[in-house]
């Protein structure tokens, strides 16, 4: 597994990072962001707690890079902080058949496609869940046993559909406006028949409302926080679907409704502090 | 004066804002964002504190509103933030004829043009020194006896030189990487020859460190933060001329060389905290 540098600057200390790597998962090549806190010059051997971060619809690793708000906590707190991209993309790689947002490039849903001619290169859920984990402890100062996640939207539908099915690679779990209950709302009915086909019972491994119905269990507690002026929350998040699910399975989510915030990232680096902190604490 | 509101959204309590409006200064439309930080929601007769911030070379508003990481501690400062773009723009506004990205367009280096094409439009030194505080002050809870400046680069070259020509109306001054020298640097040498002429007597007043040795002085102490990894800081930006001419006119700078530091986002939002602070504690 080699990476090519594609940038690397000074940042709050550490470092901000950008590599891109031949993806065995999507069989593309692939970039992600990565900033490595300064705590990581200590020693040779330093194993430092980082946390995924799975960006939403029409992002690439560079939107929470760029806009995100997190390099001077992490820096503080000693946290790695990954962003991968959403989708894999380049030659080859098929999109959407009318170039919609929401689905195809930039819309992988984290998801391992089963339907032509996705499941050639749509293996998101492989290349988050195994290879990135395995890529980044054997590249920077990071403990593997100390990994959470979090993401936004259908970053935050990653997050919580991958921290529910492997809670021992992802110890800790947070989302910011995630589609939860993908089963439920337009967006999740496009991509998972797309993706998975039209057996509603394949989407329930990809659907976190589902998940926590059929048993599976985070590492811990989850913390979501949700805008109340996002224009997608009635139609699209639906983050209640999930809140009586987790309550129904005594699962310790905490749901904070923010008035005023909407969908962008205004809201999420508003938070992103709080979210740095509450998995700090628990890795 | 009338602005057209572009966008509004929720950020760190307060609220991030985008403007247009029609400018008398350069006869085009100009677009600005503005934080408002949440004091401003205590009372209906709020004069807040404000600071500009002027930036660099190829931007507009929205590189530093996106990466600048500013309205948290704007936030809990209570200070608000104005970040305008650089030049004007749209049908008939001459740039650059070879399209470079050091003269015309996003390149205005906040002047105000006399040579023809560029004397039409290119008037951004009136633009910042008299429309926008006049235009703030009228629309946003802003106190125009506390308004301070600062930017990157060419717009560091912007801040030094409005802040130590008008220090009446810019009563604190900071800039990350500027342009202390344009009268002998490349960058310098293109800009004023094409918007000023060929008469070098003439740019003085558009040179920080000739406004200096000319008698210029700023309302207080002026703060500089530069990075030694940055690519022009040997041929562009030269801080060291400016800091031989404060000492010798007993003009009180701090001038930081901060080791490791690139031109780009990440070396100015790591030492964002110190410039707000900087300007809070003056304002």
């Known amino acids: 597994m080699t990476l090519e540098t594609v940038s690397t600057s000074k940042a709050h200390g550490g470092t901000l990072e950008v590599y891109k ?3 065995a998962a999507t069989g593309t090549e692939m970039t992600f962001s990565v900033f490595v ?3 990581a010059q200590v020693g040779e051997g330093a194993k430092l707690p980082m946390l995924f971060y799975l960006s939403g619809l029409t992002c690439t690793h560079a939107n929470v890079t760029d806009k995100g708000e997190y390099r001077r906590l992490c820096a503080e ?6 962003a991968p991209d959403t989708s894999p993309r380049g030659e080859g790689v098929a ?3 009318a170039g919609a947002y929401d689905f195809g490039l930039g819309a992988g849903f984290y998801v391992n ?7 050639a ?10 290879e990135l984990p395995a890529l980044v402890a054997a590249h920077f100062p990071v403990d593997p046993a100390r990994m959470g996640i979090t993401g936004h939207s259908m970053g935050g539908h990653g997050a919580l559909t991958l921290g529910l099915t492997f809670p021992e690679t992802f110890k800790s779990l947070s989302a910011f406006a995630p589609i939860v209950a993908p089963g439920q709302v337009p967006w999740g009915h496009k991509a998972l028949g797309g993706y998975l086909g039209e057996d509603k019972a394949l989407w329930r491994a990809h659907d976190a409302t589902a998940l926590v119905e059929d048993g599976k269990r985070p590492a811990g507690a989850i913390l979501i926080d949700q805008g109340e002026a ?3 929350l009635a139609e ?7 809140a009586q699910a987790c309550e129904k399975a005594g699962v310790d989510l905490t749901l904070r409704m923010q008035p005023g915030y909407d969908h962008s990232y205004n809201f999420i680096s508003t938070f992103m502090d709080d979210h740095l902190r509450w998995h700090a604490e628990r890795l």
Do not use: E
């Open 21 to 23: 790597h031949a993806s």
């Open 37 to 39: 806190p300064p705590q």
């Open 77 to 82: 707190l000693g946290l790695v902080f990954v």
């Open 95 to 97: 999109d959407d058949p």
């Open 113 to 119: 496609a089963t339907q032509a001619p996705f499941a």
């Open 121 to 130: 290169h749509y293996r998101m859920w492989d290349y988050i869940a195994q």
């Open 230 to 232: 996002d224009s997608f």
């Open 236 to 242: 699209q998040l639906r983050p209640h679907l999930f």
